[in-house]
């Protein structure tokens, strides 16, 4: 999977809302109840720990802040997923969400998701999917700005080779490059766009 860095509000955007909830309640006990038992009589401590104290509920507030985004994140896939909303809404999902999505899809599909074995390879593989004796290498791509180029194809045409696998797939927000699209059709690898992920997905499934 390609390397990407994210700060503790987007991993929490893209956990469970309950997460965050119950993270923003330990900070929120730790800092107001237990942190000025721990420094009584360091004065300098015990200052330092007030301080903390006293702005508790806002630091809480801020740790809680992801959780409504995350809860409706959720709510968002799961509707896609029962194929009550547009496909188009898939680029308003999160990372998280998207990449989750993607999953749901294929495992609503047949297939039985694993992460991939060699994640530093260049073709960035991020899951495989395996139905019988069939095996699909698939990358998806969130950004919503850049389209996927003729060298994540090679690269994804190349890993093919290496793994003798049957087919691979590029999932991509963004859209292809006309050269991406041509070097894609004389090979295993299919492209798929927002509208094409739409079309995997079975309505009634949740």
Known sequence: MAAYRENLLELLVDAPWWVSAAIAAAVFVVLKFILPELVTGQSLSAALAGGLADAAWLIALIVLIPAPVSAYN?????????????????????????????EDIYAANGYRIKPDADPGDEAEVDLIAEKKSQQVLVQHRHHKSGQITP?????????????????????????????ASELAAGSAV?????????????????
């Open 74 to 102: 959720t709510w968002k896939k799961d509707r896609l997923l029962s194929g009550r909303e547009d496909p188009a809404a898939i680029k308003k999902l999160s990372r998280g969400a998207f990449t989750q999505l993607v």
């Open 151 to 179: 060298k994540a194809v090679q690269a994804m045409i190349d890993r093919l080779e290496k793994d003798n696998a049957g087919q691979a797939h590029i999932i991509s927000c963004s859209g292809f490059t006309r050269e």
């Open 190 to 206: 299919r492209l798929i766009d927002v509208n094409d992920l739409g079309k995997m997905i079975k309505p009634g499934r949740s």
